[in-house]
Structures are given as structure tokens and as C-alpha cells.
């Protein structure tokens, strides 16, 4: 999500059907310079966790999808969208089924999937960028933009075939009656061959983005290098929205608003081309996810009658480019890599921790990872309780600001099921504790001081609310067999979640990660 804009909007709120209350779970708008303002109703929150993400998914939704913020963000956003799928699947798999359909209805003819779909209802000073900065059905005409549906025309992480496969699992028996995974799969198929061929801008294979907003953590120190070859547009041509509702310290700059604008416009105006942009970057997160739905899609295939095998051996070797490209085992993490220096930029992100997710990860590098996540960088259950954004001890670090320091619940919701696959029980579990508590305490926010679980930006945040609601009804493991604490994954629905590969099946070194089934 572009989370460097704010809104003025207020809109009528649009409830479910099945609502059993007409008022949403918290009141007030606006932000204060941590947290949107709320009145957080006591006798709610004496009400079952499960019960007010429920009631927040309801307030968010919309009809067709759920906005990530009644007061915030009124559009639909794309990465969004898919982690509110997965939890909006254990209240109503047709709603979750519906969330992604009304997303991939605004998908452009190359295949890329937008990353807002706008509501033509919302006044376009109530968002910045707006419709008409990106005037997508005619500067994105000749990359094949819809006509009769607004976007922008940059993407974000594609999630969305992973949350397609586990709303599917959802209600088989209905996506099957609806042949949901038939309509979706070849628009999910084209949407992946934009990254790997589109966006192949290093020729190492992996995918890259062309502006901060696309990998979705919009301002993290990581971008801070490539961002500085780009001549930032003038302040008189446009009005950061964003200023209005929060504190300018918890904000990015003026001079990184503005190169975020330039880069926005000069992909505008070059009819949303790919390969001429200043800024070109390799990012780890945006990656694995792109594997863990290569592999989302095989099982899908197979779901469809065809083997997946094709595609499981090409997210394998995605994933070896991944750790030849962006693994450093000095660092003992993953780094973005600069494609236009071709060098990789030593800051220390939770994107680079994502790669946990990957089944076929090799074990060295998976349990590397675990060391630094609780290491000094990161210093998960000891300084911290949620993994931060950024390096702890990192010259950019801030507690407050976007994705310089603050925990996030979709990345954190990440990093517990890259435990819990490659066989940290106890950990995944502790994290999992400590999301749940933070989510119920913090009002659903948006995202969290890493150190004490202050809320920060809105409240009832709709994936911190979804994604709430699928910890919640993921069993608790046993405790660790002997296995486990040797290394090898036990058997685990995450396995099954995140794919498989080499048919479970470690190689002769026994270099494989999870032990899937």
C-alpha cells in the first residue's frame, strides 16, 4: 500500500449481511501523530478476539472488497486485498473468493495487477496520488489498462496466488461449485509472467520493482541509495495529503515525497514501460512471495488436473537465484540488490528475513535466518516481542516511522510461518502468542512500536484484523519433537500452505529446508 498518503474522505459504511451489530467496532477519525484517534468501547473489548476482527472485516467492507481503513485508505489495495482474503476465508470463503475476483477484474492486458483499484465514488482530492494523477485508461492504454475501472499503474507484492490456493482449501466444495480456481488460475498465470519476464530488469531471473511504493514497505532506509539519482518533482506540483492527519517526524521527508512522486510520473508518462526507470531493485520480500505463489499455483494446477510439476521445479529454481543474487552468508540475511549499480544495499530490512517462507530454502541459510531474527539486529524475543521493520541497530532506525523501525502484523504473520515450516515450533508459537495479544491490545492497528506495542497509524486495520483471525484459527503446534529440535520440519498444515517442493524430498546433502508432505 502507498502508506506515504493520508485521507480527508468519510464514508457511509457498508455492512454485511450478516452483521449482528449495526455500530463498527471503533469510533473517531483522523490521526494523531502515533496513533488514528479511537474510542476504544470497553464493553467490545470485553467481547472474544475473533469476534471484533470479525466486526472490523465487516465495518471494512465495501460489497465487493474491503478497504485496508474506513477513515485512511477507501480504495482497494492489492496486497491487501490478498492477506484480507486469507482471513476473510474463516468467515465466508465466498466473500474471500469474491475479495480477490473484484481485484483481479481490474488486472491490465500485459498482466500486471494494479495496486489500487479506486472507487469512483471517493472525491479525488481525498487521495493522493489520485485517479487523475495516474490516468491509467490512457496513459496505460498501450500496456492495456481497463477502461471502464480506475488504477495505478504500479503493482505491489504478488500474494495473491497463495491467498487463492488457502481460500480455495477454505470450502473446496464451493470453489469448486463456483469454479473459482479455473476462473482465477490463468489471470494469476499471466499476472506472474509479467514479473518474471517484464520485470526481469537484472537477466538474473528475479523480479524488480520500479518504484518504493511496489514492494510495499514504502519508505524503508533500503531504498534510501537508489532513490538518491532521482530529481524529486517540485513541491509546488503537488500536496502531500499525508501531512494533514500525522506528525511530519513519523513521515518521510519532503525530498523523498517528492523522487517518489518524480518516479511515479515519469513511469506515467512513459506509458508505464518497464526497463527505462532510474530506480530498479531486486528486493528479497517481493521475491519469495513471488515463489511461495509459483508454488501456490502448481498445487493449484494439480487442483485443475494438470501435474504442477513444471512449475514447482521453476519456483525451486527461482529460489536458487534468490539466495545466489540477494544471500549474504557474512550478513547472514538477505539484502536488496541495485540493478542499475548491480551491488546489493547493506541496510538490514525484515524483507530480507522473509525468505523464511520457502520450502525448499537450503537448511544453512533457513537456520542463519533464525539466528539473526533473534540476534541483536532484530532481537526477537528478547528487546522485542514483534520483529521491527528495520535494524534495530541501524543508523535510520525509528520506532514511529513507516517501515524505518515499527512492527508490521502481515510481515510478522510472514516470519511465523517460516518458523513454524522449517521446524521452530517454540518460536513460531511465542510469536504467534505475542501477535495475537498485540493485535487485541493495540485496537487492530496498522502497525506497532516494536519495543511496546504502542499503536500506531489507523486502528481497525483490516489485514492486522484478517490476519488476526487466521492465527486464531490455526491450531496450536504440539511441542517439539526431537526432530524439530534437530532441525527437520514435522509434518504442519504450513507445509501445505506454502507449497511443496521436490516432492517434500530433501537432496542427497540434505540441503533442504522443510520436510513437506
Not at 465495518?59 to 492489492?78: A, D, E, F, I
Request: aromatic fraction near 8%.
Amino acid at each position: 500500500m502507498d502508506r506515504t498518503t493520508q485521507l480527508t474522505a468519510r464514508r457511509t459504511v457498508h455492512f454485511d449481511p450478516v452483521r449482528t451489530s449495526a455500530s463498527p467496532p471503533f469510533t473517531g477519525h483522523g490521526e494523531t501523530g502515533r496513533a488514528q484517534a479511537a474510542v476504544y468501547d470497553p464493553v467490545r473489548r470485553a467481547e472474544p478476539l475473533h469476534l471484533r476482527a470479525a466486526e472490523v472485516l465487516h465495518s471494512n467492507w465495501t460489497g465487493t472488497s474491503t478497504v485496508p481503513s474506513r477513515s485512511l485508505y477507501p480504495h482497494q489495495w492489492s496486497w491487501d486485498s490478498a492477506f484480507i482474503a486469507i482471513g476473510l476465508r474463516h468467515l465466508s470463503p465466498l466473500r474471500a473468493q469474491t475479495e480477490l475476483e473484484t481485484l483481479l477484474d481490474a488486472q491490465w492486458d500485459d498482466g500486471r495487477i494494479p495496486h489500487i483499484v479506486f472507487n469512483p465514488s471517493v472525491p479525488l482530492d481525498a487521495y493522493f496520488p489520485s485517479p487523475d494523477f495516474w490516468r491509467s485508461s490512457t496513459a496505460g492504454h498501450a500496456a492495456g489498462a481497463p477502461r471502464t475501472v480506475q488504477t495505478s499503474g504500479i503493482v505491489q507484492p504478488p500474494v495473491h496466488a497463495l491467498a487463492a490456493w488457502l481460500v480455495h482449501t477454505a470450502d473446496p466444495g464451493l470453489s469448486r461449485a463456483r469454479s473459482f480456481l479455473s476462473r482465477v488460475y490463468p489471470r494469476l498465470a499471466a499476472w506472474h509472467r509479467y514479473l518474471l519476464h517484464r520485470r526481469d530488469l537484472g537477466g538474473g531471473g528475479l523480479a524488480s520493482v520500479v518504484h518504493p511504493w511496489e514492494q510495499g514497505m514504502d519508505n524503508a532506509p533500503s531504498w534510501d541509495a537508489p532513490l538518491s539519482r532521482v530529481t524529486p518533482a517540485p513541491a509546488r506540483s503537488y500536496r502531500r495529503a499525508d501531512l494533514d492527519h500525522g506528525a511530519a517526524e513519523d513521515r518521510p521527508t519532503d525530498l523523498d515525497y517528492g523522487r517518489y512522486v518524480r518516479l511515479a510520473a515519469d513511469y506515467r508518462d512513459g506509458g508505464y514501460a518497464d526497463g527505462t526507470a532510474d530506480f530498479a531493485v531486486e528486493d528479497p520480500a517481493f521475491n519469495a512471495l513471488l515463489i511461495a505463489s509459483e508454488h501456490a499455483l502448481a498445487r493449484i494446477a494439480r487442483e485443475l488436473g494438470a501435474t504442477g510439476t513444471a512449475r514447482h521445479a521453476h519456483a525451486e529454481r527461482l529460489t536458487e537465484a534468490l539466495v545466489d543474487r540477494l544471500w549474504d552468508p557474512a550478513e547472514g540475511m538477505f539484502f536488496c540488490r541495485d540493478v542499475r549499480t548491480d551491488e546489493r544495499i547493506p541496510e538490514r530490512g525484515v524483507s530480507g528475513l522473509i525468505p523464511l517462507i520457502l520450502p525448499t530454502l537450503p537448511r544453512e541459510t533457513a537456520a542463519t535466518l533464525v539466528r539473526t531474527l533473534h540476534g541483536p539486529h532484530f532481537g526477537l524475543g528478547a528487546a522485542t516481542r514483534l520483529v521491527p521493520s528495520y535494524d534495530l541497530t541501524g543508523h535510520a532506525f525509528d520506532p514511529h516511522r513507516y517501515w524505518r523501525g515499527p512492527a508490521w502484523f502481515n510481515t510478522n504473520w510472514l516470519v511465523e510461518r517460516g518458523l513454524r515450516l522449517h521446524g521452530e515450533h517454540a518460536r513460531a508459537s511465542k510469536l504467534r502468542g505475542a501477535l495475537l495479544e498485540t493485535a487485541d491490545t493495540s485496537g487492530f492497528a496498522e502497525y506497532v512500536d516494536p519495543y511496546t506495542g504502542e499503536a500506531c497509524g489507523a486502528l481497525g486495520f483490516s489485514w492486522t484484523a484478517a490476519l488476526t483471525l487466521d492465527l486464531l484459527h490455526e491450531a496450536p503446534e504440539t511441542p517439539e519433537t526431537p526432530e524439530a529440535e534437530a532441525g527437520h520440519s514435522t509434518t504442519h498444515s504450513t507445509a501445505d500452505e506454502f507449497g511443496e517442493g521436490a516432492n517434500g524430498v530433501q537432496d542427497a546433502r540434505g540441503a533442504r529446508g522443510g520436510n513437506l508432505r
